[in-house]
């Protein structure tokens, strides 16, 4: 079951126009891109993504909108060029198919190789990284992308067991160094400061909100949806300091998290925060 995180309150803030032009950028399996078609008549939404077996299931899952949806694929990085748009979201989570899919190798808890490339066409994996980049990178890496505090204790497990050989020897690895202390498998944060690493997704973001004010209209909105404090600080202050330039008008005066009933539905959307403005 797919759910589109924050789905109501997105569409609110961005104030869909029937005949208007919308980018999703992370369109992963279509649930944000879906209800922004549903609402249109002569307009389009432009769905991007970066792994195009998520384009294909996005293509299946808004079969009924296609003729008001164009994909393409593509990295933040890609987005210079295209037409000026009404409105733009970001949804920064990855998707519950990457997270379960075990020949994705995102998941700690299933048997697979270590990738975590949403695009299968670049070269680099986790696998890579892991089995032969320097404790020490490894270790800042963890420290400053998962904020992990134990992040020296895994790298260093980390290097001494290689070649480290799949996902659930990584997740093992980690386990060893630093046994569970609550709720989260103790290699949640490292296997996801490998994926950002892999995919370079802090600079992504910071290519997103480069381009942004070229890409939307004057009058056109940009909602962003964070999973992260790290992300959702670099949105803040972006978003501030456009609203300072008088570039933009920031529409959240505090993020918007997910209702209860939301939480209950989707446990997934529990850390979401919701961010908007409105270009001048």
Request: charged residues 30%.
């Amino acid at each position: 079951m797919h759910y589109p995180v924050l789905c109501a309150e997105a569409l609110e803030y961005l104030a869909v126009r029937p005949d208007g032009v919308y980018l999703d950028v992370t369109t992963g399996l279509g649930g944000h891109t879906r209800e922004i078609a549903r609402r249109l008549t002569t307009g389009y939404v432009i769905a991007n993504d970066r792994d195009s077996e998520s384009l294909e299931f996005a293509r299946a899952n808004t079969l009924e909108w296609a003729d008001r949806i164009r994909f393409r694929q593509g990295s933040f990085s890609e987005l210079r060029g295209l037409e000026k748009v009404n409105g733009l979201i970001a949804d920064l989570g990855v998707s519950r198919y990457q997270l379960t899919e075990p020949h994705r190798g995102f998941s700690i808890l299933a048997e697979g190789p270590l990738d975590m490339r949403m695009d299968q066409g670049q070269r680099m994996t986790a696998g890579d990284l892991v089995n032969s980049a320097a404790e020490k990178a490894i270790a800042d890496w963890i420290y400053q992308l998962g904020e992990e505090r134990r992040a020296r204790r895994i790298a260093r497990a980390i290097v001494r067991a290689r070649p480290i050989r799949s996902t659930l020897h990584l997740a093992g690895v980690v386990e060893r160094a630093v046994p569970r202390t609550g709720h989260l498998h103790p290699a949640t944060r490292t296997f996801m400061a490998l994926r950002m690493v892999v995919n370079d997704e802090q600079r992504e973001l910071d290519r997103l909100l480069d381009l942004a004010p070229g890409l939307i209209a004057a009058g056109g909105r940009m909602v962003v949806i964070s999973f992260m404090s790290l992300e959702d600080r670099k949105v803040k202050e972006r978003f501030r300091i456009w609203g300072r330039e008088g570039r933009a008008e920031v529409l959240t005066k505090r993020p918007v998290t997910p209702s209860l009933k939301e939480v209950e539905e989707n446990p997934a959307s529990r850390s979401a925060k919701l961010r908007a403005v409105e270009m001048r």
